[in-house]
């Protein structure tokens, strides 16, 4: 089903250790509004929606993927050169004794990943706008990480990430139209 390049989709570069924006980035990781949530509920929602837009359902899910990767490899680079105290000075560090230098699903407060975070209605047009929302919650989202930090180099991965939220809202509108469309179509039989 995919074909996976052992690259990321955009190049990561940070200019320093700063374990206090990796904490920061955790809540696009596995916070409510990250891409974590976001791959499962577009990749869960493509079985009870219209075949003219499972497609879309897909190809977004799969990028959330690739935005996964980014974030992560973010968050590894923020804080490979990290020590413990500067980890506990973040506050990074109940994660640290749990986790060492593991990524863990959770959010910037450490709260869990958790599936409640994947909405699923079964209604095409409900479950389009909840996407929409949620690709406009994680854009907000990167534009604060944008304004949070001074590492030029974080920046631009952020950008990118930000910029591909509105892309899919956008993309994500124009499958609400088609959808609509053909919703308000006579039928003939």
């Not at 940070?14 to 509920?41: H, T």
């Not at 929602?45 to 003219?52: A, C, G, H, N, T």
Request: charged share 30%; proline share 3%; with cysteine.
């Amino acid at each position: 089903m995919w074909v996976y390049e052992k690259k990321l989709q955009y190049p990561v570069r940070v200019s320093k250790c700063d374990p206090m924006m990796a904490k920061f980035l955790l809540e696009q990781y596995g916070g409510a509004d990250g891409e974590l949530a976001a791959a499962l509920r577009y990749l869960n929602q493509r079985y009870s929606i219209p075949d003219k837009v499972i497609g879309l359902l897909t190809d977004i899910g799969t990028e959330e993927f690739a935005h996964l990767e980014m974030i992560a490899t973010m968050v590894y680079k923020l804080t490979k050169d990290a020590t413990p105290d500067q980890l506990r000075a973040a506050g990074l560090g109940d994660h640290y004794v749990a986790h060492d230098n593991a990524l863990f699903y959770q959010n910037a407060s450490g709260v869990p990943w958790t599936a409640a975070y994947i909405q699923a209605k079964g209604d095409p047009i409900a479950d389009l706008y909840e996407d929409i929302a949620a690709e406009e919650k994680a854009r907000a989202t990167y534009q604060w990480l944008i304004d949070i930090t001074d590492d030029v180099d974080l920046q631009d991965g952020l950008k990118y990430l930000r910029e591909r939220e509105i892309v899919h809202s956008l993309r994500f509108r124009e499958a609400v139209e088609i959808l609509k469309e053909k919703r308000d179509e006579k039928k003939y039989y």
